[in-house]
């Protein structure tokens, strides 16, 4: 079952521009995450956020989150032609029996134009 | 060592051919998962070990097979499979297994998956 609803479902800016990102859930969360894939292959986790903070920057990402609407945004500052990717928000959701699971979004795909 | 590594990282079995996928991670990693890939959709969790005793199990139609024989390997058996099985299929693991009152603080390594074709 998919949590998160990403948006856009896909961008396309230059490079130096800014990309922004959301993503949307439904249950209450134990952290939120975001990663990216290129091209089909394995996913790089980029950055966690804990459902107590607000903000969190690394590097050229920010993100931001607000549980009481559910939502998140990424940002990436300064895009390079480099970041084209599909870029996906994953929550950590409490299944029962004590086990927890990564559930992630349908994703935004990036396309960052030299 | 900080990756998982996962072989073959292609594969095209007929639909009555037995296979399995392999996973390794020697980062000490307490968590490994599969998930399932279609093409220009997210990855599907399919199965959970958490200290290497089977925790999730989303449904998985029993031609699929998880197997963890220690700590560091984690493999997906296949049989009998359907072309609609044909994806990328991804392991994944994370640094702690689930214990009471847990709370997340690490993100997870994934391999660069396995392309299964089903013919």
């Known amino acids: 079952s998919q949590q998160g609803e990403e948006d856009p479902q896909a961008l396309s800016i230059q490079e130096g521009e800014n990309a922004t990102m959301n993503c949307s859930y439904k249950?209450?969360?134990?952290?939120l995450q975001w990663y990216r894939q290129n091209s089909g292959r394995g996913l790089v986790h980029l950055i966690l956020?804990?459902?107590?903070?607000r903000e969190k920057h690394s590097g050229r990402l920010r993100v931001t989150l607000d549980t009481s609407k559910k939502s998140s945004s990424l940002l990436i500052t300064a895009s390079r032609a480099a970041d084209t990717a599909s870029y996906f928000c994953?929550?950590?959701?409490?299944?029962?029996?004590?086990?927890?699971?990564?559930?992630f979004g349908k994703g935004t795909k990036l396309s960052v134009i030299p | 060592d900080t990756e998982v590594t996962q072989t073959p990282k292609h594969l095209v079995m007929g639909m009555t051919n037995k296979k399995s996928l392999k996973c390794e991670q020697h980062?000490?990693?307490?968590?490994m998962y599969w998930y399932k890939q279609k093409a220009k959709k997210p990855p599907e969790l399919m199965f959970v070990?958490?200290?290497?005793?089977?925790?999730i199990n989303e449904s998985v139609p029993s031609r699929f097979s998880p197997e963890c024989p220690n700590s560091s390997l984690l493999n997906l058996h296949l049989h009998a499979l359907q072309p609609e099985d044909s994806a990328l299929y991804l392991c994944?693991?994370?640094?702690?297994?689930?214990?009471?009152?847990?709370?997340?603080?690490?993100?997870?390594?994934f391999g660069s998956g396995t392309r299964l074709t089903v013919v």
């Open positions: 994944a693991s994370s640094r702690e297994g689930f214990r009471p009152n847990w709370v997340s603080n690490y993100g997870y390594t």
């Open positions: 956020i804990r459902s107590n903070e």
């Open positions: 994953a929550t950590v959701l409490y299944s029962g029996a004590g086990s927890y699971q990564l559930t």
């Open positions: 249950t209450s969360i134990n952290n």
């Open positions: 980062m000490g990693h307490r968590a």
């Open positions: 070990y958490s200290y290497e005793k089977l925790s």
